[in-house]
């Protein structure tokens, strides 16, 4: 027992906490208010000051090393000490505030406190202890129950209640009133299914009437309530919400008297469930089903397929153009533009079908019971038409084809990777084709895929056995046919094919990446020729070479370029950087930066295959270009036709008025060298005055040159 009496004691508080800044800010309020106030920074500490002094009431925190609240409350009941305990703590959880006040305390603040209900609290626990020190019989578990019912009427997030035996409301707090809209005194006496949603009907009354006892007594269960029509400070719009529902049978002496609970509002961790799902299962871009969803849906459809005997088609879909929009017009214009696509695609289809995005400018499209390819045909007919018309976007009028590859279940595949992988191979056979179309998979689609493969292997390989040859075409001057320059143009010499053109094999190293390792080899073996020949005395050697768009693209695209010259110690009149039209078309402001940045170090730009492309007049003003090419195709039209020639006519104009130099390509007979004269075309390129040749023959063409032959006398066709 203490040392001191009861008649000692008058208006002492003993604050234990183990944060500095909390006991100097209530130590001070309560010596403002008239207390004599003592502190305790653990439980150890307030332990031994309760065994050496006698205190009206404690201001106690629960969570403090050296001993927690709970052990100085253990410590006052064990040692019958009379003093009040106001736990003061930040951790407010059900649980601990109940094992709190069951413990002993007299009441719960959470921090931060208010300090006139602070003081209001300790005022009453004072007077409670001064009245209990006078009338013993007080009941403690009646005190534990009052505040207990208090806390939790007060400070519960939950909506708290209790049923009598049939199921009658007995007992609600407030948050029935904050949650659902109902006040809590129409519903004591209701039943409890006046709350339930209609879909929980049948869970709610197995939860509510069966009688459970010993362990089983208690359970959780997920249901839904429903809101009232009047609950418009909800902040959501719904008429239920998903609550957590815990709830145990209240045992009497005996009888089971009825069921007490507790009903957590979990609509928002519902939803949050529920969009995690669909994101997993959607393109968040269109809303529609994405590959994971399409391919799920597909194999319960091939298995229905089966078991019906009915067939199925795959369609793979990807838009033509629609990287031009993307680089030309940005992202967000292209997203616009896809969700646009998906809408009129999904009015092509039927009930049952269904319509997905893999990603990029691709979708898929799977078509259930169908009978023959002519009901595939129907839908990409229909799908071709609906894209016919433009898309208007941000006053845009965009216009869109796709190209669509069809997989016929089961004669194209028996399994979803199947069906896919040959949907998409007649997809890259309706591009070939010219696009704007639909192809039906065949079996000679694997044959020039596993070909492609080849390809791709080999040139791989190629690049490391030196089997890709950089040959060189030479240019002259049109009207004094004098040597100007060479383009660098690659062969692949295959030690068993024989020679392959770039025809056969760019497209391929475009589609796989490879086109950046061997841009990256052209580069380098032709700088290093152009080097060796101007060591030979033969300075005016200049190299024109082309760059792919994916080339120009790349980051460091700039940088491998005056890397390569600075290897070999060249200036950059050494080189000429061609470039096809479209490539200028794609991301202009970035592509306008890099050449102008090329033009500072003296590398000329040209643009090859002039007139093929699709580039507005008005954007070639504002690149940094010295030159046009002019297609060979055009070329071959002079005195052929009179459309040809006209063609050439207005590019020839068209140069001089943005004050270009030109080269024609493809030149092989003197009239068509005579007509481009005439019409004041600078450079000239072709069999007339040569083909591509090897290094060593380019240097001695060279050699020659410089001795003063003639250059086409030297040609070699």
Known sequence: MNALTDAQICNTVLIVDDEQGQLDSLSELMSLSGYEVSTARSGNE????????????????????????????????????????VVVSGNTDFESTRSALKKGAYDFLKKPYVPDELLATVKNATNKKQLELANQTIHHKLEES??????????????????????????????VYQSLGFDKNELIGEHYSKLVASQSKDQAKYVFTERRSGQRKSRNVELKLKCSDD?????????????????????????????????????????????????????????????????????????????????????????????????????????????????????????????????GDEFAL???????????SIIADKI??????????????????????????????????????????????????????????????????????TIERELRKALTTDDIKVCYQPQVAATSEKLVGFEALIRWEHPERGLIYPGDFIPIAEETGLILELGRYVLDRALADVKHWREEGLTNARVSINFSALQVQQDSFISEIVEALDKY????????????????????AQVIRKLRKLTTLGIKIAVDDFGTGYSSLSYLQQFPINTLKIDKSFVSSINVSDEGTSIVNAIVAMAKGLKLDLIAEGVETDPQLEYLKSLGCEAIQGYLFGKAEGAERTHELLSQVESGKDIRDLAVV
């Open 366 to 376: 799977f078509l259930p019971n169908i009978h023959d390819e002519g009901d595939a």
């Open 569 to 588: 110690g060249l200036p950059g009149a050494a080189l000429e950087v061609e470039i096809t039209e479209n490539i200028i078309m794609n991301d202009m």
């Open 46 to 85: 307030a332990t031994r000051m309760l065994d050496e002094n006698a205190y009206d009431t404690i201001l106690l925190d629960l969570s403090m090393p050296d001993g927690d609240g709970y052990s100085v409350i253990d410590h006052v009941i064990d040692k019958a000490i009379h003093t009040k305990i």
């Open 384 to 453: 071709l038409a609906e894209l016919k018309e433009p898309f208007t976007v941000d006053d845009h009028d965009l216009y869109v084809t796709s190209s669509i590859g069809i997989a016929m279940y089961p004669d194209s595949g028996l399994t979803i990777e199947t069906l896919i992988a040959s949907a998409d191979l007649a997809m890259y056979a309706a591009k070939g084709n010219g696009k704007n179309g639909y192809e039906f998979f065949d079996t000679s689609m694997n044959e020039a895929s596993n070909a492609r493969l």
């Open 146 to 175: 009052e505040h207990l019912h208090r806390f939790i009427v007060d400070h519960s997030p939950d909506i708290v209640f209790m049923l009598d035996k049939e199921g009658r409301f007995t007992f609600l707090n407030d948050t």
């Open 231 to 359: 609950a418009e400070f909800r902040y959501f719009d719904t008429t239920s919400m998903s609550i957590d529902l815990n709830n145990s049978t209240i045992h009497g002496n005996g009888p089971i008297e009825g069921t007490y609970g507790v009903a957590r509002d979990v609509t928002e961790k519902k939803q949050a469930q529920e969009m995690i799902n669909y994101q997993a299962y959607h393109d968040m871009l269109t809303r529609l089903p994405n590959r994971a969803l399409m391919e799920d849906r597909l194999n319960l459809a091939i298995t229905h397929a089966v078991r019906n005997k009915q067939k199925l088609a795959v369609m793979f879909l990807d838009l033509d153009r629609f990287k031009w929009v993307n680089d030309t017009l940005g992202h967000a214009i292209g997203d616009r533009l896809l969700q646009s696509v998906s809408q009129r695609l999904e009015n092509c289809l039927r009930k049952g079908d269904t319509l997905a995005r893999f990603g």
